[in-house]
């Protein structure tokens, strides 16, 4: 059974912004959730990730190649988790995954962090 699924990708040209969507089904919450990206031929990379505390304060952690332009955040009570897309580069064309860890993660960036993982959605940005 599929834990998390992702949404939203698709084809937009070079400029446009996309939202992802990623729902998390799992019965125990997901203290980090996070996104990461892999361009064909290149490895997985880190986009952004999104922390909670027990006392639900946030916080997000971005690549370089996000900041200013991606946003992450996420809906406790859906379980679900966002990341927005502005001013999209043709450099951002990749397959987009969704990641949740049932802890706290330190170093979000940190791929082997993470216990789930999704299937995956394709962003293509045309120039």
């Known amino acids: 059974q599929v834990r998390l699924v992702e949404s939203g990708g698709g084809l937009v040209q070079a400029g446009g912004s996309l939202r992802l969507s990623c729902a998390d089904s799992?019965?125990?919450?997901?203290?980090?959730m996070g996104w990461f990206r892999q361009a064909p031929g290149k490895e997985r990379d880190f986009v952004a990730g999104?922390?909670?505390?027990?006392?639900?304060?946030?916080?997000?952690n971005y690549a370089d190649a996000a900041k200013g332009r991606f946003t992450i955040s996420r809906d406790n009570a859906k379980n679900t988790v966002y990341l927005q897309m502005n001013s999209l580069k043709p450099e951002d064309t990749a397959v987009y995954y969704c990641a949740a860890a049932s802890r706290g993660i330190a170093t979000m960036p940190n791929a082997n962090e993470y216990d789930y993982w999704g299937q995956g959605t394709q962003v293509t940005v045309s120039s």
């Open positions: 799992g019965r125990t919450f997901s203290y980090t």
């Open positions: 999104i922390r909670v505390s027990r006392w639900s304060v946030a916080t997000t």
